[in-house]
């Protein structure tokens, strides 16, 4: 069993920041891999970043690029997403996920998944 537990999101207005945090538990070989995805009703979750902690390699979308920062705590079993001057197009609910191999970009390749944290950015 992998668990993905996230918190830290919120109300925010544009320009501000957020951190949210992705606890995770049951890992396994090939579980090196956690990735942050955003979902608005109606629409597919979009990629947005991922962590490796061998070699500390990122990867990000290009639309948060200069905006998100991906960074892990490895005692701690958690991975952040750092989520700076926050627009009023950032509101959605986001998930950790993890269970794919490095360079994974589509919600399909990940197995398993957080249950989600609203952030809310307001005008």
């Known amino acids: 069993q992998v668990q993905l537990v996230e918190s830290g999101g919120g109300l925010v207005q544009a320009g501000g920041s957020l951190r949210l945090s992705c606890v995770t538990s049951?890992?396994?070989?090939?579980?090196?891999?956690v990735g942050w995805f955003r979902q608005v009703p109606g629409k597919e979750r979009d990629f947005l970043a991922a962590i490796r902690g061998i070699g500390s390699n990122t990867d990000y979308a290009d639309s948060v690029k200069g905006r998100f920062t991906a960074f892990s705590d490895n005692a701690k079993n958690t991975v952040y997403l750092q989520m700076d001057a926050l627009k009023p197009e950032d509101t959605a609910v986001y998930h950790c996920?993890?269970?794919?191999?490095?360079?994974?970009?589509?919600?399909?390749?990940?197995?398993?998944w957080g249950q989600g944290t609203q952030v809310t950015v307001s005008s």
């Open positions: 049951g890992r396994t070989f090939g579980s090196a891999v």
């Open positions: 996920a993890a269970g794919a191999v490095w360079g994974s970009r589509l919600p399909t390749q990940y197995a398993f």
